[in-house]
């Protein structure tokens, strides 16, 4: 079992940044995939960032967005630049044992933190 916590959303103004936390117990999530995802309102949830050594981003947020991880803390971040209104969303972190863009691939799911972007 793995416990995902989730930290750093908030309301910023466009083009500025934010920085999501997640921090994972019970396991290392070293062992597992990566992944954040988010869902806008009456949208679907979609990936951002998927990975483990090597990444893949989604094509909207590619260059702005930026996955990385701490082992020693058994942490993983999402630093978000440039952010825009249309990034507005509850983004959640996860993890699994597929290198799967689909969210019905990822086994462990943080509670989800609100990102407002305002124009």
């Known amino acids: 079992q793995v416990e995902l916590v989730e ?4 309301l910023v103004q466009a083009g500025g940044s934010l920085r999501l ?5 019970g396991r290392s999530i070293s062992t ?3 992944g954040w995802f988010r869902q806008a309102p009456g949208k679907e949830r ?5 990975g483990d050594r090597t990444y893949t981003y989604a094509d909207s947020v590619k260059g702005r967005f930026t996955i990385s991880r701490d082992k020693a803390k ?11 209104p249309e990034d507005t ?3 959640y972190c996860a993890v699994g044992q597929f290198y799967s863009t689909s969210d019905r ?5 943080g509670q989800g933190t609100q990102v407002t972007v305002s124009s």
């Open 7 to 10: 930290s750093g959303g908030g």
């Open 21 to 25: 936390s997640c921090a994972a117990s």
């Open 32 to 34: 597992y995939f990566m």
């Open 46 to 50: 979609e990936f951002v960032v998927i």
């Open 74 to 84: 058994n942490t993983m971040y999402l630093q978000m630049n440039s952010l825009k």
């Open 89 to 91: 969303a509850v983004y």
């Open 105 to 109: 691939l990822y086994d462990y799911w």
